[in-house]
């Protein structure tokens, strides 16, 4: 049978495209493969992070620091059956540096169709201990006299990322109160002379505290409230300054600046967007609990209460960002309040409550007469914190990757060197 050109074209269109087939079925096995790899590293490099910085806090003592580091990674996962690792001190020399290392063989799954069996990951980190070099206050409790002014309950562990330490100022022991199973970590945690702190349960505080000779004084404490009449009734607003009422929103919208006097409620699936200013909050609070995407970019909000009528739906409400939803706020990065994300009255001593989430907020959390409460579990953002004092009793870890958006410098602490 003779064989015309045509097909002959034909068997080589097959050829060549079943030969696309198998390089584009390849490379997407690869990168599928290679991505789940990543992921891994990334969630590796924090607990060598985290493991590094609880030897340091040992430090000069070799061998208690070695023995603090593996215990932090084997309670955050790292089975020494499955992952690697190596724990050197004194460091290139320097008996104030730890370093770090784990190393994983993991097999490949969808890339055995090129011919790529495992990948090998790795994390290292090198940690030290400062004394002074940049470590500023995460969380400030500004209280002078209250007993667990800062207070973690509860099996789930409290992360700070970065050169953030915990301060308590109060004179009361213990000021620095922590039970449960849960660990907190931190570059540095700060108790004033003469008051102390308390660990109970199988849990751990890293560093150990250290005393301090001096409360740290507000940094914010001469910051100027919004003029209300300068800034004026937002469009949006529930009611007027005489006829204070709550906006409670049901179904997804966008809200711009102003003052709301009666506050703000958050419910069901909506999904809300804040323009970029200046929301005041008088009266009512600020309440989201629904399960939608919330999102600010540029926003600062300040709780207070409605100065014609400060009562019922005028008075000081509680701010509660909880519920189910993805909330993601920006602070301003320039004007009159950059970096301030959440502010609450002097004169509001109501709890302020924030859950960890998928989302996050970015910016300075002051709530300098009141109680500041983390719960749920998940990302918390790029905060820093300053308030009366603070509870962390999150279902699950809770995570502050340490921006210091204000200098608040302490006397000493753990750092990250590599």
């Keep these: 049978m003779r064989t015309t050109s045509r097909q002959t074209e034909r068997g080589q269109t097959l050829v060549l495209f079943l030969f696309v087939l198998v390089a584009l079925l390849g490379i997407t096995?690869?990168?599928?493969?290679?991505?789940?790899?990543f992921n891994e590293k990334a969630a590796l490099q924090s607990d060598v992070d985290a493991a590094a910085l609880a030897g340091a806090s040992a430090l000069p003592d070799a061998d208690a620091a070695k023995v603090l580091a593996a215990d932090y990674a084997e309670r955050n996962g790292l089975d020494p059956d499955d992952v690697k690792l190596t724990y050197t001190t004194p460091y290139k020399g320097d008996s104030t540096r730890i370093e770090v290392v784990a190393?994983?063989?993991?097999?490949?799954?969808?890339?055995?169709?090129?011919?790529?069996?495992?990948?090998?990951?790795?994390?290292?980190?090198?940690?030290?201990?400062?004394?002074?070099?940049?470590?500023d206050a995460a969380f400030l409790a500004l209280s002078p006299n209250m007993c667990r002014s800062f207070d973690k309950s509860g099996s789930s562990d409290l992360i700070i990322n970065g050169p953030g330490g915990i301060v308590a100022n109060s004179s009361c022991t213990p000021s620095i109160n922590r039970t449960g199973g849960g660990d907190v970590s931190a570059a540095a945690i700060n108790y004033v002379d003469g008051s102390g702190y308390n660990e109970t349960g199988s849990g751990s505080l890293s560093p150990t505290p250290e005393s301090v000779g001096e409360p740290i004084a507000d940094p914010l404490t001469s910051m100027v409230a919004p003029d209300f009449t300068a800034?004026?009734?937002?469009?949006?607003?529930?009611?007027?300054?005489?006829?204070?009422?709550?906006?409670?929103?049901?179904?997804?919208?966008?809200?711009?600046?102003?003052?709301?006097?009666?506050?703000?409620?958050?419910?069901?699936?909506?999904d809300v967007t804040f323009e970029p200013g200046t929301y005041v909050i008088a009266?009512?609070?600020?309440?989201?609990?629904?399960?939608?995407?919330?999102?600010?970019?540029?926003?600062?909000?300040?709780?207070?209460?409605?100065?014609?009528?400060?009562?019922?739906?005028?008075?000081?409400?509680?701010?509660?960002?909880g519920g189910s939803a993805k909330v993601t706020?920006?602070?301003?990065?320039?004007?009159?309040?950059?970096?301030?994300?959440?502010?609450q009255d002097k004169a509001c001593t109501n709890e302020m409550s924030i859950a960890g989430g998928q989302g996050g907020s970015t910016g300075v959390i002051y709530a300098p007469t009141a109680n500041v409460k983390f719960v749920g579990s998940g990302n918390l953002g790029s905060i820093q914190a300053i308030a009366n004092s603070f509870n962390v009793a999150g279902t699950g870890n809770l995570v502050v990757n340490f921006v210091p958006f204000i200098d608040i410098p302490l006397t000493g602490g753990l750092k990250l060197d590599e």
């Design 231 to 270: 800034l004026g009734i937002s469009p949006d607003s529930g009611g007027t300054a005489a006829a204070p009422s709550t906006k409670s929103i049901n179904s997804s919208t966008t809200l711009h600046p102003g003052v709301y006097y009666g506050g703000i409620e958050i419910r069901s699936s909506a």
């Design 103 to 135: 190393e994983i063989n993991r097999t490949l799954f969808l890339a055995k169709v090129v011919g790529k069996d495992s990948v090998d990951i790795r994390a290292r980190a090198v940690a030290s201990m400062t004394k002074g070099s940049g470590v």
């Design 29 to 37: 096995a690869l990168v599928l493969d290679v991505g789940l790899a």
């Design 329 to 343: 706020f920006t602070a301003p990065i320039s004007g009159v309040y950059k970096s301030i994300g959440v502010w």
């Design 283 to 321: 009266g009512g609070g600020f309440k989201i609990s629904g399960s939608g995407t919330i999102t600010g970019t540029h926003v600062t909000f300040y709780n207070s209460f409605d100065p014609q009528k400060s009562t019922g739906a005028g008075a000081c409400g509680a701010i509660d960002l």
